[in-house]
């Protein structure tokens, strides 16, 4: 039996996102059941979200002589969770004073599930007295309380009101419901950290990986239900530091070389391969046995190391293999490219040379290509959020090729 979202759609700009959120939701093993206020219908259309989700949208009117009597009231039955998105100061403040003047406001007030609301709305009106008083009334009842956050708003101003973006609520909802194991029976190998080449015994030639994209997709990989081995090269804050969940397998290693020869051993048993991992393309050639004295010029020998990512890709069968594309400038290009040359399924195309995103930071923004031709952006958002996008995505590419392999019995 699935998990039931309730979606409520009221009447700001924002609500043709509510399709995409319905869309992730249901990305996720979720079913999603929509309402609409009769504003929301202004921007949007029922059949949109019917279209979408396959199942009736609760529309505001009040029912007619001969329809279902009792709709506002079992529509909500069996759901987990409601999240309004966007939610409007209108809707907002009805909610907060038990307005019920119609089939949506009264499903919300007879629901009794949690309540999470994703705000839209003018600055000004969203800092209006009135409206921060409902939100508060809202919040200290247990609304749950998603953005708004700062930016161009529809109205033409900068400023507090806008929606928080898709990815984030979804995140924030799927946090709410928690236990969605969508990824039971999945076997993940994960690289992540920087690798290190040794030049003698106390240096060694490293890169800005932190480590924090691919352990992110590990834990999150982990909390969906999934076997995880991590194969972990330099990481910071190291390993034990950051606390690495339960039910992930740890393989160290320092070097290219350490890392091909374990992430070869795990590819064999797993289902999909994300390689977050920073591999040096050079190792020194003899690095030195005993610390190398201080001279005026020191030259060193780099040979090449192996594509780890390519050479198991290159048998890779039925198995998902996602790698991630480090990329300071041309990045689509450079990403297609990689992603062709690797024979990957799926690429993540990170910008590299921003400061507020990538190396050590907790946030990302990437591009996600897949081998079939999409093109998927994921908004500036926390690590795990882009972890999560990841996984769905190269879940999805899976389970399609199991799909294919066991045709349903006719
Ligand atoms: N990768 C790998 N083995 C290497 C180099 C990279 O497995 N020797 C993997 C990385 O883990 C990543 C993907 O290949 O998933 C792309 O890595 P990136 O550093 O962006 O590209 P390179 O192939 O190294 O190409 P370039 O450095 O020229 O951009």
């Given at each position: 039996m699935k998990d039931t979202v309730i979606l409520v759609v009221t009447g700001s700009v924002a609500a043709y996102k509510s399709a995409l959120l319905a869309r992730r939701l249901m990305e996720r093993g979720l079913l999603v059941k929509v309402a609409m206020t009769a504003s929301a219908e202004r921007f949007i259309t029922p059949l949109t979200f019917e279209a979408l989700t396959g199942l009736p949208v609760l529309r505001a009117g009040f029912p007619q002589s001969g329809q279902a009597p009792m709709e506002h009231i079992n529509f909500s039955r069996g759901a987990r969770l409601v999240v309004i998105a966007p939610a409007t100061a209108n809707t907002l403040g009805k909610?907060?004073?038990?307005?019920?003047?119609d089939s949506i406001?009264?499903?919300?007030?007879?629901?009794?599930?949690?309540?999470?609301?994703?705000?839209?709305?003018?600055?000004?009106?969203?800092?209006?007295?009135?409206?921060?008083?409902?939100?508060?009334?809202?919040?200290?009842r247990g609304v749950t309380f998603i953005g708004p956050s700062s930016g161009s708003l529809a109205c033409g101003e900068e400023g507090e009101g806008k929606m928080e973006d898709v990815e984030t609520i979804f995140a924030a909802v799927m946090e709410k419901l928690g236990g969605v194991k969508d990824l039971a029976g999945a076997r993940l190998l994960v690289t992540a950290g920087g690798c290190q080449e040794p030049i003698d015994p106390v240096r060694y030639i490293g890169n800005r990986s932190s480590g924090k994209m691919g352990l992110a997709v590990a834990r999150v990989a982990?909390?969906?239900?999934?076997?995880?081995?991590?194969?972990?090269?330099?990481?910071?804050?190291s390993l034990p530091g950051t606390g690495t969940p339960e039910g992930i397998r740890v393989i160290r290693a320092q070097t290219a070389v350490e890392m091909q020869e374990a992430v070869r051993q795990e590819f064999v048993r797993c289902d999909i391969l994300v390689m977050a991992a920073a591999v040096s393309d050079y190792r020194v050639e003899s690095p030195a046995a005993?610390?190398?004295?201080?001279?005026?010029?020191?030259?060193?020998?780099?040979?090449?190391?192996?594509?780890?990512?390519?050479?198991?890709?290159?048998?890779?069968?039925?198995?998902?293999?996602?790698?991630?594309a480090a990329e300071t400038e041309d990045h689509l290009a450079s990403g297609r490219k990689k992603l062709m040359a690797?024979?990957?399924?799926?690429?993540?195309?990170?910008?590299v040379s921003r400061g507020d995103i990538g190396f050590g930071s907790d946030y990302n923004e990437v591009t996600l290509l897949t081998r079939d031709g999409k093109k998927i952006e994921i908004a500036r958002a926390t690590k795990d959020v882009v972890a999560g996008a990841v996984l769905d995505h190269a879940a999805a590419i899976w389970r399609a090729s199991q799909a294919m392999e066991q045709p349903e019995a006719s």
């Open positions: 909610l907060a004073h038990g307005v019920a003047d406001l009264s499903m919300l007030l007879a629901c009794g599930l949690p309540v999470m609301a994703a705000p839209a709305m003018n600055t000004q009106m969203y800092k209006h007295p009135a409206v921060q008083s409902n939100i508060s009334t809202l919040a200290a982990a909390g969906r239900g999934a076997e995880v081995t991590l194969v972990a090269a330099h990481m910071e804050p005993e610390k190398v004295k201080k001279k005026s010029a020191m030259r060193l020998d780099l040979i090449e190391n192996p594509d780890i990512l390519a050479s198991v890709a290159l048998e890779k069968g039925d198995r998902v293999v996602a790698g991630f690797k024979n990957l399924d799926l690429i993540v195309i990170n910008d």
